[in-house]
């Protein structure tokens, strides 16, 4: 369903050939944590990653130490489809093979989705070999979704045209909380209007948070994606596909969308 074998704006087609490129390389080592283990290291990651939201690295570890039904559950929605079936298979991982290939992706026409995300990506100085692995997941193919859920953040924020502001992050934040049910994207997301200021947290509760409830709810399976297959695809026509809605008829000002990523 989401091989993504459309068209582009000018005739062709994105293919599938894309697929080729992209190494299937197994998760990295798993250490097995004992339940106490794992309690303590979900407390002490949550009390920290609330204080300093800026470490990633416990902000991860609380995502990997509370996130095992949800990531089940999405192995179950996701084995439901002919493509999220074949992702779970193939176990593609984006974030060297993309990396090295985002000037081509630059290449491409400007309305194409890969064209989108090469330019947010080169905008904000982002890399997609910096989403940190898995380490606390015992099982390897729920490790696989947490990691594909990582990878997949900045072609869901190319697909919403949100920028990676507080206020984007937020919004995207709650759209993938609602979309996936992770804790880690539900705890933040609850948390977020504490994170903004009283002008800015009006905008995310009566604009962004009904517009990601809407989207996170309605829109295909977005683990289930193939983007690797996707970048010829016009975005406008890929959004149509996955039912993706932006933000922009909810919002009062448009300032926290990238025009990039816009028609």
């Known amino acids: 369903m989401h091989g993504c074998a459309l068209r582009t704006r000018d005739g062709r087609r994105g293919g599938a050939q894309q697929a080729s490129c992209f190494s299937a390389m197994p ?6 944590l004992s339940v106490l283990g794992r309690m303590s290291l979900a407390v002490g990651s949550a009390v920290v990653s609330f204080a300093d939201p800026r470490r990633a690295d416990l902000v991860a570890a609380l995502g990997e130490t509370t996130g095992a039904p949800a990531l089940r559950a999405l192995r ?16 593609y991982m984006f974030k060297d093979d993309v990396q090295k290939r985002l000037p081509q992706l630059l ?12 330019k947010w990506m080169r905008a904000y100085g982002f890399r997609a070999d910096e989403r940190p692995d898995v ?18 953040h900045d072609f869901w924020h190319t697909l919403t045209a949100l920028r990676p502001t507080v206020l984007g992050e937020l919004g995207q934040k709650w759209m993938e909380a609602v979309h996936t049910r992770l804790p880690v994207a539900t705890l933040s997301a609850l948390a977020s209007p504490a ?7 009006k905008v995310l509760l009566s ?9 996170g709810s309605t829109c295909e399976d977005l683990l289930s994606v193939e983007y690797e297959k996707c970048f010829e695809v016009d975005i406008v026509e890929l959004r149509t596909r996955l039912n993706v809605i932006t933000p922009r008829s909810y919002l009062s000002d448009t300032k926290v969308l990238n025009p990039d990523c816009l028609p």
Not at 76 to 91: K, N
Not at 207 to 215: K, N, T
Request: charged letters at 30%.
């Open 107 to 118: 290449e491409l026409p400007s309305s194409t989705f890969g064209h989108c995300y090469a």
């Open 195 to 201: 994170m903004v200021s009283s002008r800015n947290r």
């Open 27 to 32: 998760p990295p080592p798993l250490p097995r």
């Open 76 to 91: 179950e929605r996701m084995s439901r489809s002919p493509a999220g079936r074949r992702v779970l298979q193939e176990r």
């Open 135 to 152: 380490r606390f997941v015992d099982d390897p193919e729920l490790a696989y979704i947490m990691l594909r859920y990582r990878e997949c």
């Open 207 to 215: 604009e962004l948070v009904p517009w990601a409830v809407r989207c």
